[in-house]
């Protein structure tokens, strides 16, 4: 039997791009879109239908409740806050079918509480845990807040996909330190699912023209072997849209992630490819390439997923 990595059939949906902060790599924020129109939303969801998605990737920028705006289109559209604007997404999501995946900054234990029951999993980058390391990421966007987010999410018995981001200028050391301290959350929580090595590629519209560095075959192995010891038994993912390397580390990892189809929204003009082209490439490579929910393994199960979320992945057969 071949080895099988996995990955996520998705759609993206931005529930707004609006955010506070600046980080030099971002290709994603905008200053005054407000939310999502209602009738734009579920067209997203028509699409996903279409296009036989199981997950859809709940986008936001951070603290979208600090953003004036965005905090009186809210009041306007009848939510006291942003979360209750997520939940009512979820919700929506669940109905037509398919899992949410939430992916809205660091969030606190009592907003993780409420989006929980109607929530399959989350995604929570910790980039780097060395603030000096790395220049390029808002000052408000601390590694202590993105630990603590971690930490809430495990908490809350929240399943987490989390990872580190290279080629920003940080130090080698610092990846395998950034590593080590999302092993520490994982070994008190257990809620991580997925660690992403995920490298800076830059995009039409971040202010950083200019990639890092990009890590070589042998630093990828030095960080795929950190991780495997820091995090036992939580899959290695990579995004292969954004990885130059991404065939030839196929054997060494688990999970291709959410995968999209066409432009990807927070990596414009950089196109998902394909799930025949990834599943051809693994092919190549004496591997296997199946499907999954975006809460999978242990994770699948009583206590990680609410009822409710059980029912949606039940009814998805
Ligand atoms: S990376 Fe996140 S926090 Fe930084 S500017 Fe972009 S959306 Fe905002």
């Known amino acids: 039997m071949p080895r099988t990595l996995t990955y996520s059939p998705s759609l ?3 529930l707004t791009t609006d955010c506070p902060w600046h980080c030099g790599y971002c290709g994603f924020r ?4 407000g939310l999502i129109p209602d009738a734009s939303f579920h067209h997203l969801l028509d699409r996903a239908q279409a296009e036989d998605a199981s997950e859809i990737v709940l986008l936001s920028g951070e603290a979208p409740d600090t953003v004036p ?26 109905e037509r079918g398919f899992l949410p995946h939430a992916h809205l900054g660091a969030l ?25 390391s790395n220049a390029s990421v808002a000052p408000e966007k601390k590694a202590a807040s993105r630990l603590a987010g971690i930490d809430a999410a495990g908490a809350a018995r929240m399943p987490l996909v ?23 959350s994982h070994a008190r929580h257990g809620h991580l699912m997925a660690v992403a090595i995920n490298t800076f ?34 899959a290695i993912q990579i995004a292969p849209h954004l ?10 990892i688990d999970d291709l992630g959410s995968v999209g189809t066409g432009e990807d929204i927070a990596n414009a003009p950089h196109r998902w490819l394909g799930a025949g082209a990834l599943a051809d490439a ?12 975006p809460v999978w393994g242990k994770h699948d199960a009583a206590g990680w997923v609410s009822d409710r979320i059980r029912r949606a992945i039940e009814e998805r057969g």
């Open 201 to 234: 590629v830059p995009n039409a519209r971040s202010p950083m023209h200019d990639a890092g560095h990009s890590p070589t075959m042998d630093e990828y192995a030095e960080l795929i072997a950190h991780a495997r010891a820091a995090l036992p038994g939580v």
């Open 12 to 14: 993206a949906v931005p």
């Open 108 to 132: 606190s234990r009592a907003q993780l509480d409420r989006l929980k029951g109607v929530t399959a999993s989350m995604s929570l980058m910790l980039e780097n845990v060395d603030d000096t």
């Open 162 to 184: 989390s990872g580190i981001l290279v080629g920003l200028g940080e130090t080698p050391d610092s990846r395998l330190r950034s590593l080590d301290a999302l092993g520490v």
């Open 69 to 94: 705006h965005l905090k009186s289109e809210l009041r306007r559209r009848g939510f006291p806050d942003f979360v209750a604007y997520a939940r009512w997404a979820c919700e929506r999501v669940i």
């Open 243 to 252: 990885t130059a390397a991404w065939q030839e580390l196929l054997p060494s």
């Open 30 to 33: 905008t200053d005054q879109k």
């Open 282 to 293: 693994c092919a190549g490579q004496g591997l296997a390439l199946a499907k999954r929910l």
